[in-house]
């Protein structure tokens, strides 16, 4: 592909138009890139930093900060594909380290419980109630396995380093990220309102806590966690902040993994079933399917009630998002989805018909022969 210079100053940006990026965890923002990267090439003289607005949730919210603040994605993609390039060295002890906040609030409950099942056990033997206290030590269990923090601290100095505004209000493009209130149960949008003062990096790791992986997030006196696709995709706060043209990337797609007898990478190699990455793929897997045909639904209902905005939702194949299942640290597999994020949406963009491709068109910019 094409090389472009990574940090010009921004130009005007493509009036009215907003990208949404979503979760999938560190291999769907992977997939973003790449399909970000071919709409640089597709389009002359366009950069994926010029569309006005930015919406970006869980890891698609790494995404948005980046373009936000000016960067192309075409740089992101070589970036992530090389593993000697330090332009964003991610590492896995930046996002699996343990929070041992949590650990000792887990001991300490944990022991209160024990002694209280002993006491109970000892002074009234004939009316214990196992179950009952069973559920004390379920209580006791941790809000997550691991802290986010050091991501946070790893954000801060690639902004830095970058020359990218620690605040909402120093970016040259508007950004918002959207996580979850824990208590409240509502959607938080940074960025906004009272969230427009809280720092950038603090608001992507609150916008990225996924539920029983990382511990919520307190900002201020609140928890947050992920921020999910919401009810459609968070597209309404795209159309509120001025948008006519929404592209959505969601990269989290229901896996069909016994087409074209693709098999299933395990840690014993490779498998014939979802089943055999254990419970978190099964829970993953699940999260899709229920999310995916709702999403879908309320998106075409927001789409008939909304007819002034145009919507164009880039998604992989399902068959295509089993690659998704390796580990985002493995080097081959990052390779693999950055790849097929930039060779689909390339393909897609080069028929003269695809509603992408013409919704650009219609927005001024011009495609290119190549």
Not at 12 to 36: D, H, K, N, Q, S
Not at 186 to 208: C, H, K, N, T, Y
Request: net charge neutral; with cysteine.
């Amino acid at each position: 592909m094409k090389t472009k210079p990574s940090r010009m100053p921004p130009g005007p940006p493509v009036a009215g138009t907003a990208l949404v990026l979503c979760g999938g965890g560190i291999t769907g923002a992977f997939y973003e890139v790449g399909c970000l990267a071919a709409l640089e090439e597709a389009f002359v003289g366009f950069r994926a930093c010029d569309f006005e607005y930015f919406v970006g949730t869980s890891s698609g919210s790494t995404v948005a900060l980046a373009l936000a603040g000016g960067i192309d994605a075409t740089r992101l993609y070589r970036a992530l594909l090389d593993p000697a390039d330090d332009f964003f060295p991610l590492q896995r002890h930046h996002l699996l380290r343990f929070d041992l906040r949590e650990w000792r609030r887990v001991f300490t409950s944990a022991m209160g419980s024990a002694r209280h099942l002993f006491s109970s056990a000892t002074s009234k033997p004939l009316e214990l109630d196992v179950w009952n206290e069973f559920e004390r030590f379920t209580d006791s269990l941790p809000a997550g396995i691991f802290s986010i923090d050091a991501y946070e601290r790893f954000l801060s100095d690639f902004m830095r380093r970058r020359g990218i505004g620690a605040t909402f209000s120093s970016l040259p493009r508007k950004l918002v990220l959207v996580a979850n209130d824990l208590d409240d149960g509502r959607r938080a949008v940074f960025g906004e309102g009272d969230l427009a003062r809280i720092p950038v990096a603090q608001a992507v790791v609150a916008s990225s806590a996924t539920p029983a992986l990382f511990v919520p997030v307190r900002v201020g006196d609140r928890d947050y966690i992920d921020g999910g696709l919401g009810e459609v995709g968070h597209v309404d706060i795209a159309e509120e902040l001025g948008a006519d043209t929404v592209l959505v990337i969601n990269p989290m797609v229901p896996i069909r993994a016994d087409i074209q007898n693709r098999n299933v990478p395990t840690g014993t190699g490779k498998q014939k079933r979802v089943r055999d990455k254990g419970i978190l793929w099964v829970y993953n897997q699940a999260w899709r399917m229920r999310t995916e045909g709702r999403f879908h639904r309320l998106l075409d209902d927001y789409r008939a009630r909304h007819k002034g905005t145009k919507v164009l939702l880039l998604e992989p194949a399902p068959d295509d998002a089993v690659m998704f299942m390796y580990s985002p640290m493995n080097f081959a597999a990052r390779r693999v989805i950055l790849e097929d994020g930039y060779k689909t949406t390339k393909a897609l963009l080069a028929d003269p018909e695809a509603p992408l491709r013409k919704a650009f068109e219609a927005k001024g910019l011009e495609h290119s022969a190549e």
